[in-house]
Nanobody, 127 residues
Framework: QVQLVESGGGLVQAGGSLRLSCVAS????????VGWFRQAPGKERELVAA????????YYSDSVKGRFTISRNSAKNTVYLQMNSLKPEDTAVYYC????????????????????WGQGTQVTVSS
């Protein structure tokens, strides 16, 4: 079992930065691919970034590419999402999700492929 706790959300002005953290409990987290999803009111949940457990593979949606960076610290069982040049359209609840896999380079773009989810952290970007 893996439990995920997100933190780092908040209110920031457009152009600002935030760093989200996803801290995991559970020894298998080191063999989990991790994704950051977001959901804005009235919109579907979307994947914004993902990282394989080997870190060899990463993914970014077109809407955040060049502005967001996903990384992980295995020693701390933590995955980060550094968000720079934030825009009002980045406003959403951000969720961390993980799925164990034997494949070190595996990541998934589909929410249904992720087994474990955090409770979410609100990010609000004011114009």
């Amino acid at each position: 079992q893996v439990q995920l706790v997100e933190s780092g959300g908040g209110l920031v002005q457009a152009g600002g930065s935030l760093r989200l953290s996803c801290v995991a409990s559970g020894s298998i987290f080191g063999r989990c691919a991790v994704g950051w999803f977001r959901q804005a009111p009235g919109k579907e949940r979307e994947l914004v970034a993902a990282i394989s457990w080997s870190t060899i593979n990463t993914y970014y949606s077109d809407s955040v590419k060049g502005r967001f960076t996903i990384s992980r610290n295995s020693a701390k069982n933590t995955v980060y999402l550094q968000m720079n040049s934030l825009k009002p359209e980045d406003t959403a609840v951000y969720y961390c999700a993980a799925s164990s896999t034997v494949y070190s380079s595996w990541i998934s773009y589909a929410a249904d492929d992720y087994t474990y989810w955090g409770q979410g952290t609100q990010v609000t970007v004011s114009s």
